[in-house]
């Protein structure tokens, strides 16, 4: 499995980074680009913000901004029209072009469902694929509940973002942060999605332009994510210390995306790609693949690489990189949220047990222990880890998983939350809120329709409020 | 056969728990010995929440229609559902082998055959709770009832699968075992309802059974014969009586009477300014209700729930090719008018479905409220039929309705 096709790598690079730029589009664009710049190790690429909000432009830390449609909208943001959105890059268009020339790697990250996002990215994709870059989307889905009209929005703008991309990835909201009806965690979800977006971004970046001992291209990324209107898996993992292969393993698995490595054998294809300092070593590799093969598929198809990297010092990161088709994904099989944020998910989801859409009446513990038992986890409890670790090999599972948890994502976002915090605001305009309004129904589990409509709520007061 | 076999179907509703105790006798007609009924606690949208306080009104039901009865009530049918619970209909497809005296089809390939059309992937935590056979083709010819014995080359068979989540559906079944009561079979509870509700002529031509609980909205619908679609949307009675209650700031068990005693889902027919006088109680300030804000309130969530059922349903299939109509059931479909607006709502003709195929004296029995459990001992019966019919009952039974009744492997598992 290992056959190493030594190249020198003596440091030169396989791609220019000033060849390469990042995009964000839009409000959750810009929030993905300030997550980049200040948490990862970004330091291939330029950043660039293209949005119709001026203030959402100037709190922006990316270093070139481009406001969208400066007479059309007087520095407003497109207010949830994507017409205005495609109308607004395209009086910009010279602008945008004139960024982007000479630029061989482009990507766009923007929020699909708004105005900004789904109107200007894929113009945006078009003028960079005129330029001759190669263009590779990445783009969220809105949440269920922000209703069906975004969400149909969404995806015409999904559907023109393939036409323009060379590659795109399709992050879903509802999967990373899966809560419905819980005010409190919606400001986490979104930064977590922003954090696993730009995890993702910079392994990108990472992977193709970093020389490689075994190296990974844009064809093989291109393998990884051939499915059509696929869902893409993304798992990022690093760590350091004696058992850093495991560990890194266990952090990328750990990713909401990938469902505990339990996504991964449905994939045909996937990017394994592990990079180090110059103390990686062999037996590392082998170990953290092997362990790997277990969550994949036999005949999947794994596209392998290996990058070392002076920067990296002692640590080693893993990058898994897969998608799948979007059948056989189903509503009950979504994801815990228990995501790099979960220090401040468990405070939330802790936080708000009295409007924590749960089983009903499980005021008494007792009950809803000896009711609840093994029960399937829903979206919007946390500790589902009794339940996953039945499944899985149970030296992977220790009991004070949830620590771990924390650590990691101290380690990795640091304490820079409240950037996010202020930038939210802007994207939450449509989320209407249902936390109460649902009489006796309050405790019990909420019926939601897939257009979003909590059913609990008297449907007098729905109508009369539309 | 020479004895009457007797059989009680239980019923764990979110509005009351219901125990009917029936004997089929052996020409195979139906007798309603007595039913035990008692309000249930500790369900929401027919599923338990609260497991003690459920078990404890499960208890009372089953001493009632024990005492009733005179029957020592050993082993049910349950009736189950859930929002969980969903359908689909899948085609398998076999080719038979050539050869000397080949090209018979055999119980064994329509085995295969099942199996097949049984490899869905279904969520995960998903196991199957029925799957009932549809229509055979063999070699393009439809609607082939019956294949054993026809000679073909390739055989397909459309089954309906109905899965739900294997621990919600073991909760249930764990509240009776713990009585302790062993289960039979677990059935889908618009299936029950659907075997005493609907005639066979009605399935031929197509029909849509609506069972209106008190949790939970199930239905059923047949298409030439056989089940087509079937779900259970979790919003019912309860809903209403929530609504009213929300909305006009009454204590709930004012909304329910309300409900029960004025409420109609239609709003033309109220005169203006037609009162309801809600009197005083030390918990409760008088208050008078407007009828006609009564009536919006109850139309809004009956129409929006009706229209949501709708919609399901024409994804897949025309609605109009429901020959029969529409039948409502269940306690909500007690509700004042409420045939009306469902007639508004599909454009078909809407009745309330009463129990048929039944003997005896059923008249005290003619309770919507019933539909489930009455329809689980008819259930039973054919079940029973079915399996003294051949030699080998046991090995017939799993072979021919051991998928049927797929909620078998659910019982044994559970312990």
Known sequence: MLEYERKPADGELALDPEKVKVIGIGGAGSNVLDRIALHERMDDGELLVLNTDVRDLVSSVAEDKIQLGKELTQGLGAGGDPDLGKEAAQKTADEIRAALEGKSLVFICAGLGGGTGSGAAPVVAKIAREVGAFVVGFVTMPFSFEGRRRLEQAESALAQMEKCTNALMTFDNDRMGGLINQKEGIQQAFAAADHIIGQSVGAITKLVA?????????????????????????????????????EALKSALKNPLLDRGQMLNQSSSLI???????????????????????????????????????????????????????????????????????????????????TKPGFGLNDDSDAEDSVFSGEVPEPFISDSDEEDSDEEDSDEEDSDEE?????????????????????????QDLIPEKKSGRGRFDKAEPTVTDEGEDLDVPSFLRKKKK | MAKAK?????????????????????????????????????IRKGEIVDFETAQTCLHDALVQAEEKTDVMIGNVYLAITGSHIESLCNRGSIRIPDGPGANEITEEDLDEVRNLARDVSLPQQNVFLHSIIRDYYVDGQEKVQQPVGMFGKVVEADYHIIHGIKTRMQNTIRCVREIPISVDEVVFSPIAAAQVMLSKEQKDRGALLIDIGGGTTDYVMYLGGSVAQSGCIAVGGDHITNDISMVMKVPLTRAERLKIEHGSVMVQNVDQNEFIVLEDDPHFSGLEIDKIMLNKIINARVSETLEQLRNRIMKDDDIAALGAGIFLT?????????????????????SLASISSMSGATAPFENPQLATPMGLIRYAQMIEANKTEKTNPFKLFRKKLGGLFGGSSLIENNN
């Open chain 1, 210 to 246: 970093q020389p490689g001992l075994v190296r990974i291209g844009m064809d093989d990324l291109l393998t990884a994510l051939k499915n059509d209107s696929s869902r893409c898996l993304f798992g990022f993992g690093e760590a350091s210390g004696d058992n850093r292969a495991q």
């Open chain 1, 272 to 354: 394994a790609h592990i990079s180090g300092g110059e103390t990686i070593t062999l037996f590392e590799v082998e170990i953290l693949m092997n362990e790997l093969s277990k969550y994949v598929n036999d005949d999947a198809h794994i596209l392998f690489g290996v990058s070392s990297d002076k920067k990296q010092g002692e640590s080693l990161s893993l990058t898994i990189i897969s998608s799948i088709g979007k059948a056989g994904s189903s509503h009950i099989n979504e994801p815990v949220l228990e995501v790099e944020d979960s220090s401040k998910m468990e405070e939330s989801v802790q936080g708000g047990k009295d």
């Open chain 2, 330 to 350: 269940g306690g909500s479909s007690k509700l004042k008018e409420i045939d009306k607006l469902a007639e508004e709502i599909f454009s078909l003709p809407v």
């Open chain 2, 6 to 42: 007797i059989y009680a179907g239980l019923e764990i509703g979110t509005s009351k728990i219901c125990v009917v105790v029936g004997e089929v006798d052996t020409d195979g007609s139906i007798k309603i010995l007595g039913i035990g009924q008692a309000p249930s606690r500790g």
């Open chain 1, 403 to 427: 620590d771990s948890d924390e650590e990691d994502s101290d380690e990795e976002d640091s304490d820079e939350e409240d950037s996010d915090e202020d930038a939210q605001p802007h994207q």
